[in-house]
């Protein structure tokens, strides 16, 4: 089947450390890739996205790499913010029907 | 705004009762979801609407869950006799397209649904 796993959180970072948040998947056919994020008391909204291998999605100064071999999307940034703290979830996309399939979600924590 | 809007925010329902929740998409756009949210897991699929027809309702977890969308705009999703297990976070979503593809799906903030 279709499915995604991702790290487990919660992951507590100082301010401007590196961050990853590992995620791998198992799909069926050519997946779209995407990484949303849960600001406290709002919605998800989209991050970043990639549509087939080896692309690279970024926003915000987030980024990661489709990558076919290893079937990872990791979600990676350079130097955190406060701001940052949210949950973050990756997914994938099939082609058909649409829905998004999401991991457990991972709870980031920046602290100053 | 012109965000996709969801209602009521916050639901507590005695165990047995009828529920109803609803979402207004961003105007115009054709494909609706809804996902259940469980506390600390990510959003599963319930169903997904292309305009007013349901193409897929493989994820309703039980026949006390239906959803409709008459007018191809605004939909509810009900749950009937309500269950402890329901209570989650219902999510609904909008796209400007049909069918499948990456295109950006828009999320409401969701109706939390407690169930005594």
């Known amino acids: 089947g279709n499915s995604v796993t991702q790290m487990e959180g919660p992951v507590t970072l100082s301010e401007e450390a590196f961050l990853t948040i590992n995620c791998t998947y198992t799909a069926t056919g050519y997946p779209s890739l995407f990484w949303y994020v849960q600001y406290p008391g709002e919605g998800l909204q989209l991050l970043l996205k990639a549509t087939k291998a080896d692309d690279k999605g970024s926003n915000k100064g987030f980024e990661a790499t489709y990558r076919k071999e290893t079937t990872s999307f990791h979600l990676e940034k350079g130097s955190v913010q406060v701001s940052d703290s949210a949950v973050y979830f990756c997914a994938l996309r099939l082609n058909q029907g649409g829905k998004l399939i999401f991991g457990q979600g991972t709870e980031l924590s920046v602290k100053p | 705004g012109a965000g996709v809007s969801q209602s009521p925010r916050y639901k507590v329902a005695k165990r047995g009762q009828d529920v109803a929740l609803r979402c207004d998409p961003i105007s115009g756009h054709v494909s609706l979801f809804w996902y259940q949210q469980a506390l600390g897991q990510g959003p599963e699929f319930l169903t997904y609407?292309?305009?007013?027809?349901?193409?897929?309702k493989s994820g309703l977890p039980s026949d006390r869950f239906f959803a409709e969308r008459p007018e191809g705009s605004v939909s509810t999703l009900k749950i009937q006799r309500t269950q402890q297990e329901d209570s989650a976070v219902y999510l609904c979503?909008?796209?400007?397209?049909?069918?499948?593809?990456?295109?950006?799906?828009?999320f409401g903030e969701g109706s939390r649904l407690t169930v005594l």
């Open positions: 979503a909008s796209s400007a397209y049909g069918g499948g593809g990456a295109g950006e799906l828009f």
């Open positions: 609407f292309q305009n007013e027809a349901q193409l897929d």
